[in-house]
């Protein structure tokens, strides 16, 4: 049966199908970091009923979801950074800003969408992340709150942004005031459509996949941004615990175990080092000798 997963769910509810999902394409397996998902979902879920003396035991415990194997995140190193910055200099403003705020706070694609204007302190050079945008099918976008505490927070920006940021502010008003009327009033987002209303959180991930395509940058969907942005930073010694700050995870720990791969480089780069000076000695010493 197509789309086993979603007609599951929508018999569940007694819900037609087409009303809660977008049904697009053939169904394909579930990766097993989905299984390892949906099982800790379950398990969660049955471990409430034994609290709640629903069920004596939680079956879900006595199934081993699969062994996930940790990939290294995609991502651009620091030449395909430079040439995609100077690609971007023949695109819309709007598209540009967007990857650079991402590019440079690491921020979530939600959370991108999310931003407003009083968020944004052109002064201290700082960005304020404290909300997301969601899209659900039947409802439409709206914004909710983030993921977790430690997700609200302050980061702050590199001179690079700032001024892509003033020209983009610039450019904003100009489009609100051409539009008069017609711009929604109630929205202060920076990242709208041409009325002024919020945009659809997929439009920055659609947009990117043609850009990359456009000008043959290497696959890499917009998230890996995120994953780009992380990889500069430790790749330049920034310490765990500010990375995970900037990113938003609840533990450096966090960082660690989704970046892991990242972190192996400068760790590598830590031995050579320590390898170089003690040769160096090692050689002075036989050089004293002879």
Same mark, same amino acid.
Not at 118 to 137: G, N, T
Not at 170 to 179: D, M
Not at 239 to 258: E, F, M, Y
């Given at each position: 049966?197509?789309?086993?997963?979603?007609?599951?769910?929508?018999?569940?509810?007694?819900?037609?199908?087409?009303?809660?999902?977008?049904?697009?394409?053939?169904?394909?397996?579930?990766?097993?970091?989905?299984?390892?998902?949906?099982? #800790?979902?379950?398990?969660?879920?049955?471990?409430?009923?034994?609290?709640?003396?629903?069920?004596?035991?939680?079956?879900?415990?006595?199934?081993?979801?699969?062994?996930?194997?940790?990939?290294?995140?995609?991502?651009?190193?620091?030449?395909?950074?430079?040439?995609? !910055?100077?690609? !971007?200099?023949?695109?819309?403003?709007?598209?540009?800003?967007?990857?650079?705020?991402?590019?440079?706070?690491?921020? #979530?694609?939600?959370?991108?969408?999310?931003? %407003?204007?009083?968020?944004?302190?052109?002064?201290?050079?700082?960005?304020?992340?404290?909300?997301?945008?969601?899209?659900?099918?039947?409802?439409?976008?709206?914004?909710?709150?983030?993921?977790?505490?430690?997700?609200?927070?302050?980061?702050?920006?590199?001179?690079?942004?700032?001024?892509? !940021?003033?020209?983009?502010?610039?450019?904003? &008003?100009?489009?609100?005031?051409?539009?008069?009327?017609?711009?929604?009033?109630?929205?202060?987002?920076?990242?709208?459509?041409?009325?002024?209303?919020?945009?659809?959180? +997929?439009?920055?991930?659609?947009?990117?996949?043609?850009?990359?395509?456009?000008?043959?940058?290497?696959?890499?969907?917009?998230?890996?941004?995120?994953?780009?942005?992380?990889?500069?930073?430790?790749?330049?010694?920034?310490?765990?615990?500010?990375?995970?700050?900037?990113?938003?995870?609840?533990?450096?720990?966090? /960082? /660690?175990?989704?970046?892991?791969?990242?972190?192996?480089?400068?760790?590598? %780069?830590?031995?050579?080092?320590?390898? +170089?000076?003690? &040769?160096?000695?090692?050689?002075?010493?036989?050089?004293?000798?002879?």
């Amino acid at each position: 049966m197509k789309h086993t997963t979603a007609n599951a769910v929508s018999d569940a509810l007694g819900v037609n199908v087409n009303k809660i999902f977008d049904l697009n394409g053939e169904p394909a397996a579930l990766s097993d970091q989905t299984i390892r998902h949906h099982h #800790r979902l379950i398990s969660s879920i049955l471990q409430t009923a034994v609290y709640w003396q629903f069920i004596l035991s939680n079956p879900a415990a006595r199934v081993k979801p699969p062994r996930v194997e940790k990939r290294e995140a995609a991502h651009y190193d620091d030449k395909t950074v430079e040439r995609m !910055l100077e690609l !971007l200099e023949n695109e819309p403003l709007k598209y540009k800003t967007m990857i650079y705020v991402t590019l440079f706070t690491g921020c #979530r694609l939600g959370e991108l969408c999310g931003i %407003e204007w009083p968020d944004i302190d052109f002064e201290s050079k700082l960005i304020r992340s404290r909300q997301a945008s969601q899209y659900i099918s039947g409802i439409g976008t709206f914004t909710k709150t983030s993921k977790n505490e430690s997700s609200i927070r302050v980061i702050s920006m590199p001179e690079i942004l700032v001024n892509v !940021l003033a020209k983009y502010k610039v450019w904003w &008003n100009e489009q609100k005031l051409s539009h008069g009327d017609l711009w929604d009033k109630e929205s202060n987002r920076l990242f709208v459509q041409w009325n002024g209303k919020p945009i659809h959180p +997929s439009t920055p991930t659609k947009w990117f996949k043609k850009f990359r395509e456009k000008y043959g940058l290497p696959e890499m969907n917009f998230h890996g941004l995120r994953h780009t942005n992380t990889s500069l930073l430790i790749s330049m010694g920034t310490d765990v615990q500010t990375v995970a700050k900037r990113l938003g995870h609840t533990k450096p720990t966090t /960082t /660690t175990s989704v970046y892991s791969h990242f972190l192996r480089r400068p760790d590598k %780069e830590a031995a050579e080092k320590l390898d +170089s000076l003690f &040769n160096q000695k090692e050689k002075d010493k036989m050089r004293t000798a002879q």
